[in-house]
């Protein structure tokens, strides 16, 4: 497994087109008791700008991006919004990186102030070049709730908390927890119920969370997800309809490793809104906030991810004077413990590895 983290646009776009679609792994199926939100996201992408360009072009190009924008999703000049930067940063509200409730001429007014601009988050310190837009949701605190699934060597495990959103706390000391192993069924929605939903009043919120929480198992299994976080998930209900369910704020990552398996689908959930035929480009995977690809390990990612075997380049220290030869897998990761256990970690330049029966011309 090789856990890879994805943008929020590209795991919203992914429940959105699966949620309803993927096949129930729960011991009963049941008719899902929700109604999921209409998805809407528009992204501002400059991952191609840098900051050594000139502030002409620079502008130039925040401009063309905003106004790509706006051409393929023309709501988002009739609704208030909500904008953010969509490059794997943690805790943007707190981190003032977080715009909510505003029009579109504000919006893009905040977005040229921050693109293409270094900004910190803790002790990070990044570039700010990808950012997601949506429409703003009011609702009250109290139907805002956390759910979490992730991966272990024993299998699954869903995470509850009946308090969601930026003030949520220590999730892992309050979250109720449902244990999925390997090769077993999900438990009934009664079950899902009466394990992670005990806390909240509503019938109706409970029959629509359990329902949506067997829906997004679904989904994890199926796209091949090692991590899956909402936070919050909002659910509001209407007289006379079913309730509706809105991710509002997502984390989430795939096994790379099971690209051979799921490209395809992960591609397709991508694939551009006016199309009615095709495939969208294959999956994304960037780097952490705060590290930009250098030429040479982007060249290699490119590489990687045109053929089914593994090829890996991260520069850890470009100043490092002890720098290994790529070799397998196995290897590379011996030759790096080697390395660090007689104590210089420090001096690491880089790690990487090539494995899988690359082509000799992939090789060399």
């Not at 905003?66 to 393929?72: C, I, K, P, S, Y």
């Not at 977005?111 to 837009?133: H, N, Q, Y």
């Not at 490119?302 to 002890?322: E, W």
């Not at 210089?344 to 990487?352: D, T």
């Amino acid at each position: 497994m090789s856990a890879k983290a994805i943008r929020e646009y590209d795991g919203k776009l992914l429940l959105a087109h699966y949620l309803l679609q993927s096949p129930t792994l729960a011991e009963t199926k049941p008719t899902p008791a929700f109604a999921p939100s209409q998805t809407r996201l528009a992204q501002v992408n400059l991952s191609h700008v840098s900051t050594a360009d000139p502030a002409d072009k620079i502008a130039e190009a925040v401009e063309a991006a905003l106004d790509r924008a706006e051409r393929q999703n023309p709501w988002l000049t009739s609704t208030k919004l909500v904008a953010k930067p969509d490059q794997l940063i943690k805790r943007r509200g707190k981190s003032g990186l977080l715009l909510l409730n505003a029009e579109w001429p504000a919006v893009k007014d905040w977005i040229r102030e921050r693109a293409v601009k270094e900004v910190s988050v803790g002790t990070i310190s990044g570039v700010l070049k990808t950012f997601l837009v949506e429409p703003f949701v009011p609702h009250p605190q109290d139907v805002e709730y956390y759910v979490c699934i992730q991966s272990h060597r024993e299998g699954d495990e869903i995470l509850f908390t009946h308090e969601g959103g930026i003030e949520v706390g220590d999730v892992d000391a309050k979250a109720l927890r449902l244990a999925v192993p390997i090769d077993e069924p999900l438990a009934s929605s009664e079950r899902i119920a009466s394990t992670l939903l005990a806390d909240i009043a509503s019938e109706t919120q409970r029959a629509a969370l359990s329902s949506f929480i067997e829906r997004l198992y679904a989904v994890y299994v199926e796209l091949n997800f090692t991590y899956l976080e909402i936070n919050p998930l909002v659910v509001l209900e209407t007289a006379g309809a079913q309730p509706q369910v809105i991710f509002l704020d997502l984390a989430a990552k795939l096994d790379q490793t099971a690209e051979f398996e799921s490209g395809d689908k992960w591609a397709l959930a991508r694939r551009d809104p006016a199309a009615t035929e095709g495939s969208g480009p294959a999956m994304e995977f960037p780097a952490p906030f705060g590290r930009e690809l250098s030429k040479e390990e982007q060249y290699i990612q490119d590489l990687d991810a045109k053929t089914g075997a593994s090829l890996k380049l991260t520069i850890l220290n470009k100043d490092g004077r002890v720098w290994t030869m790529v070799a397998g897998g196995g290897a590379s990761v011996v030759y790096s413990d080697a390395i660090a256990a007689l104590g210089y970690a420090h001096e690491l330049a880089n790690y990487g590895e090539y494995s899988g029966a690359p082509s000799e011309t992939q090789t060399y």
